[in-house]
């Protein structure tokens, strides 16, 4: 069972860094394309960005394009999501996901693990 915990979330002013963590406390995500989503309350959850399982490939959404990373270290069991120039509209409960497979890699439907998520607010 690949159980995911998220790290990393805080309060940060706006144009700050965090940088969050996805560990799986089961088994190994190394062959899982893990995805990064968020959501505001009232809203529906947002896809923010994808990596591949060997980590040569990613995908983000246009919002995030240019600020956010995502990488993955297949031997720490990890994937992190670096978020630089944060703004207020950044400001959510972010949660990282396994996927099934398939092509659909911004719906929450092709993902078969979530995390509880992680609380970042952005402040002015």
């Known amino acids: 069972q690949v159980q995911l915990v998220e790290s990393g979330g805080g309060l940060v002013q706006a144009g700050g860094s965090l940088n969050l963590s996805c560990t799986s406390s089961g088994h190994t995500i190394e062959w899982y394309p893990m995805a990064w989503f968020r959501q505001v309350p009232g809203n529906e959850r947002e896809f923010v960005g994808w990596?591949?399982?060997?980590?040569?490939?990613?995908k983000y959404a246009d919002s995030v394009k240019g600020r956010f990373t995502i990488s993955r270290d297949n031997a720490k069991n990890t994937v992190s999501l670096q978020m630089n120039s944060l703004k207020l509209e950044d400001t959510a409960v972010y949660y990282c996901?396994?996927?099934?497979?398939?092509?659909?890699?911004?719906?929450?439907?092709?993902?078969?693990?979530w995390g509880q998520g992680t609380q970042v607010t952005v402040s002015s």
């Open positions: 990596i591949g399982s060997i980590g040569s490939r990613t």
């Open positions: 996901a396994a996927s099934g497979g398939g092509s659909t890699v911004y719906s929450e439907s092709a993902y078969v693990y």
